[in-house]
T-cell receptor
Framework: AQKVTQAQTEISVVEKEDVTLDCVYE???????LFWYKQPPSGELVFLIR??????QNEISGRYSWNFQKSTSSFNFTITASQVVDSAVYFC?????????????FGRGTQLTVWP | KAGVTQTPRYLIKTRGQQVTLSCSPI?????VSWYQQTPGQGLQFLFE???????NKGNFPGRFSGRQFSNSRSEMNVSTLELGDSALYLC????????????FGPGTRLTVT
């Protein structure tokens, strides 16, 4: 079973629109970490954020915000006033404190295209 | 601080050959992980090394192996290459473990013909 599900394969928006990327995860561990990464066409995965399972506070960083809800096992990512430079594939990932230490489970990614 | 570097960036090999990819982590980082990215399977974990010891391994055949040196640099080797091994191989480094941010290198694009 997929530990991380990103149901949206592709999203297209026009510049300045807000867009939310969904991420649903599955784990039996009580201690785990969630991540978002951005992969531009160059291929390199760029770290965006890490949250631990004990911190459900939402976070805002400039135009980016993250909504972590343990009750629904979701960790959604919102880009406000999107820009063309936001076009990339976005990955949500999970790591567990248990036996799979050191391993990230990635979702399949959401391709975001922002049109001018 | 320099980021994660991977060499070579691009590689073309023939079926049956073997290949070695190299990864230099961020200075001070002791954990190195390797991932394979393909359009069909997405990002899949290969293995993770910490202080020269393999701590975790993904579901890949024994043809895939790796090692880590005392300076934390890591190599991965794929023997008897198959067409399906064509992929982007990404290396990530982190301070200690998966509880920390993993920073990725630019990847090595391997094409097997």
């Amino acid at each position: 079973a997929q530990k991380v599900t990103q149901a949206q394969t592709e999203i297209s928006v026009v510049e300045k629109e807000d867009v939310t990327l969904d991420c649903v995860y599955e784990t039996r561990d009580t201690t785990y970490y969630l991540f978002w990464y951005k992969q531009p066409p160059s291929g390199e995965l760029v770290f965006l954020i890490r949250r631990n399972s004990f911190d459900e506070q939402n976070e805002i960083s400039g135009r980016y915000s993250w909504n972590f809800q343990k009750s629904t096992s979701s960790f959604n990512f919102t880009i406000t006033a999107s820009q063309v430079v936001d076009s990339a594939v976005y990955f949500c990932a999970l790591s567990e404190k248990g036996s799979t230490l050191g391993r990230l489970y990635f979702g399949r990614g959401t391709q975001l295209t922002v049109w001018p | 601080k320099a980021g994660v570097t991977q060499t070579p960036r691009y590689l073309i090999k023939t079926r049956g050959q073997q290949v070695t990819l190299s990864c230099s982590p961020i200075s001070g980082h002791r954990s190195v992980s390797w991932y394979q990215q393909t359009p069909g399977q997405g990002l899949q974990f290969l293995f993770e090394y910490f202080s020269e010891t393999q701590r975790n391994k993904g579901n890949f055949p024994g043809r895939f192996s790796g090692r880590q040196f005392s300076n934390s640099r890591s190599e991965m080797n794929v023997s008897t290459l198959e067409l399906g091994d064509s992929a982007l191989y990404l290396c990530a480094s982190s301070l200690y473990s998966n509880s920390y941010e993993q920073y990725f290198g630019p990847g090595t694009r391997l094409t097997v013909t």
